[in-house]
């Protein structure tokens, strides 16, 4: 009866059972996972966020690409990180979950796939899924001096005529990898030679922490065949509620005309971004110092903090981050199954922490924190973690 689109398992796992029945007995759990930053203790500008929308928001004035002031706050986000962008190659979505739905309808026959970073956060293959499209992975691997980057000779192995876009998201979540500048390049190459987008998530690119030599905060502005940028509210003013995200499109003129011109009636079917979002996106814009300032402190206080707790570490090292929301922590020389290890900690410490299977690692050895965490609860959490596995 139902789409074969969702045919994936629906029962929880023993990990999200054990922590269902803690909170149902009353349990208090140390929570290292959540990055909803509405909760994390964050003083936002109420004062302008909730007196925002202003009387424009009155009457409905639709415009497929969004409305042009919306859009000309995007240009300037681009312009005050020094790149020159056109208002005209910018479409307003609700959110880059959304954005990549229009992607994926723009690039995607029935059976065409997508490239996705490995690993990565676990949404790009239900969105594909969605609209009948698949992923493959690209690896990301690891160097203790330089951090994660892409394998980019089995990135240009993996291409295959179904192949219709390359994701990039800079900096990765989770490994806190920015792309770089050499990288960029080779992916664009690839893209070329075969006639496939490159689609790059960027919603955590103002969250730098310890960026290494020649990143790319945003490849707008760079030398392009086809580019997809997305970023959006959610992450940038710490606003998941508002449901306000862009594309911005660039690349060969021809083919960025045929691009736009798609989306254009992909986005006028829907007219999903509601208008007092829109008509509030300028002001909201102007909470991002207050916001991002307080966030940045603490990626980064607990990112040192992460650093000092494992330094000596022979069993458990905290891995390079160079930006975002999330820290990895890397165990596989202790030779604990992944499944066993968050287990363990959440039944006898009562502490959650998110296994690499999760983002979909290669291989056994990882979990994955929040830096958004309060710091005092998560150095409480990292001391009972370590108090049972040291």
Request: glycine content about 6%; charged content about 20%.
């Given at each position: 009866?139902?789409?074969?689109?969702?045919?994936?398992?629906?029962?929880?796992?023993?990990?999200?059972?054990?922590?269902?029945?803690?909170?149902?007995?009353?349990?208090?759990?140390?929570?290292?996972?959540?990055?909803?930053?509405?909760?994390?203790?964050?003083?936002?500008?109420?004062?302008?966020?909730?007196?925002?929308?202003?009387?424009?928001?009155?009457?409905?004035?639709?415009?497929?690409?969004?409305?042009?002031?919306?859009?000309?706050?995007v240009?300037?986000?681009?312009?005050?990180?020094?790149r020159?962008?056109?208002?005209n190659?910018?479409?307003?979505?609700?959110?880059?979950?959304?954005?990549?739905?229009?992607?994926?309808?723009?690039?995607?026959?029935?059976?065409?796939?997508?490239?996705?970073?490995?690993p990565?956060?676990?949404?790009?293959?239900?969105?594909?899924?969605?609209d009948?499209?698949?992923?493959?992975?690209?690896?990301?691997?690891?160097?203790?001096?330089?951090?994660?980057?892409?394998?980019?000779?089995?990135?240009?192995?993996?291409?295959?005529?179904?192949?219709?876009?390359?994701?990039?998201?800079?900096?990765?979540?989770?490994?806190?990898?920015?792309?770089?500048?050499?990288?960029?390049?080779?992916?664009?190459?690839?893209?070329?030679?075969?006639?496939?987008a490159?689609?790059?998530?960027?919603?955590?690119?103002?969250?730098?922490?310890?960026?290494?030599?020649?990143?790319?905060?945003?490849?707008?502005?760079?030398?392009?065949?086809?580019?997809?940028?997305?970023?959006?509210?959610?992450?940038?003013?710490?606003?998941?509620?508002?449901?306000?995200?862009?594309?911005?499109?660039?690349?060969?003129?021809?083919?960025k005309?045929?691009?736009?011109?798609?989306?254009?009636i992909?986005?006028d079917?829907?007219?999903?971004?509601?208008?007092?979002?829109?008509?509030?996106?300028e002001?909201?814009?102007?909470?991002?110092?207050?916001?991002?300032?307080?966030?940045?402190?603490?990626?980064?206080?607990?990112?040192?903090?992460?650093?000092?707790?494992?330094?000596?570490?022979?069993?458990?090292?905290?891995l390079?981050?160079?930006?975002?929301?999330?820290?990895?922590?890397?165990?596989?020389?202790?030779?604990?199954?992944?499944?066993?290890?968050?287990?363990?900690?959440?039944?006898?410490?009562?502490?959650?922490?998110?296994?690499?299977?999760?983002?979909?690692?290669?291989?056994?050895?990882?979990?994955?924190?929040?830096?958004?965490?309060?710091?005092?609860?998560?150095?409480?959490?990292?001391?009972?973690?370590?108090s049972?596995?040291?």
């Open positions: 009866m139902f789409s074969g689109r969702l045919n994936i398992e629906f029962e929880p796992n023993r990990l999200s059972q054990l922590y269902e029945a803690k909170k149902s007995a009353g349990e208090k759990i140390l929570d290292l996972t959540s990055s909803n930053p509405t909760k994390s203790g964050f003083v936002y500008d109420e004062k302008h966020i909730l007196a925002a929308s202003g009387k424009e928001s009155l009457s409905y004035n639709p415009d497929a690409r969004g409305i042009i002031t919306a859009r000309e706050t240009r300037n986000y681009y312009n005050e990180i020094g020159i962008i056109s208002v190659d910018i479409f307003i979505t609700p959110g880059t979950s959304e954005a990549y739905s229009y992607l994926f309808k723009l690039l995607l026959n029935p059976g065409d796939e997508i490239l996705i970073p490995q990565c956060y676990p949404l790009f293959e239900y969105l594909a899924m969605l009948s499209g698949s992923v493959s992975y690209y690896p990301l691997t690891y160097n203790h001096k330089n951090g994660w980057k892409a394998d980019l000779q089995r990135l240009s192995g993996l291409v295959t005529p179904k192949t219709k876009a390359i994701v990039i998201v800079n900096p990765n979540n989770p490994t806190g990898s920015y792309l770089k500048r050499d990288e960029y390049e080779a992916i664009t190459e690839i893209c070329g030679k075969n006639n496939i490159l689609i790059s998530d960027e919603v955590f690119s103002d969250y730098s922490i310890s960026p290494g030599e020649n990143y790319l905060r945003t490849v707008a502005g760079e030398k392009s065949y086809l580019n997809f940028i997305l970023n959006g509210y959610s992450k940038m003013l710490a606003l998941p509620q508002v449901k306000f995200g862009w594309i911005l499109v660039e690349g060969n003129q021809q083919l005309n045929e691009a736009v011109k798609r989306l254009e992909i986005s079917t829907y007219l999903s971004v509601s208008s007092m979002v829109q008509n509030s996106s002001i909201l814009y102007g909470t991002r110092g207050r916001i991002q300032k307080q966030i940045i402190e603490r990626l980064n206080r607990n990112y040192e903090m992460l650093s000092h707790k494992f330094l000596l570490n022979p069993n458990i090292r905290l390079k981050c160079e930006g975002g929301w999330s820290a990895v922590i890397s165990f596989g020389n202790m030779l604990i199954p992944e499944d066993d290890f968050v287990f363990n900690l959440l039944e006898r410490k009562n502490v959650l922490v998110h296994p690499g299977y999760y983002y979909d690692f290669d291989k056994e050895g990882y979990a994955v924190i929040s830096l958004l965490t309060d710091t005092d609860i998560l150095e409480e959490g990292i001391n009972r973690l370590l049972i596995y040291n």
